[in-house]
């Protein structure tokens, strides 16, 4: 059974930090693509930031100020998140994909407001 469990999510203020991380269970955690989307209230989910053993990729929203890494001696992925903005606001939700297959995790909301 795979598994993916996300942690970390909070209420932080405008300017502030905050750490993702999400463990997996169940998959050949080393060979998937991992990522992070979000999504916010009556928006679509969307790609924040994905890591794969070649490197990195993200959202031009966060560039420069979130940070995708992953473990594959632990099977996790951490997300780190600086100069966080109101519009960072959204249910952050863990990702693995390999081809055809995609898993996600339940989600783990993130509010930014003073």
């Known amino acids: 059974q795979v598994r993916l469990v996300e942690s970390g999510g909070g209420l932080v203020q405008p300017g502030g930090s905050l750490r993702l991380s999400c463990a997996a269970s169940?998959?050949?955690?080393?060979?998937?693509?991992m990522g992070w989307y979000r999504q916010a209230p009556g928006k679509e989910r969307e790609l924040v930031a994905t890591v794969t053993n070649a490197g990195t990729k993200y959202a031009d929203s966060v560039l420069g100020r979130f940070t995708i890494s992953r473990d594959n001696a632990e099977n996790t992925v951490t997300l780190q998140m600086s100069s966080l903005k109101p519009e960072d606001t959204a249910v952050y939700y863990c990702?693995?994909?390999?081809?055809?297959?995609?898993?996600w995790g339940q989600g783990t909301q993130v509010t930014v407001s003073s």
């Open positions: 990702n693995a994909e390999l081809v055809a297959k995609k898993y």
């Open positions: 169940g998959i050949f955690f080393s060979i998937y693509t």
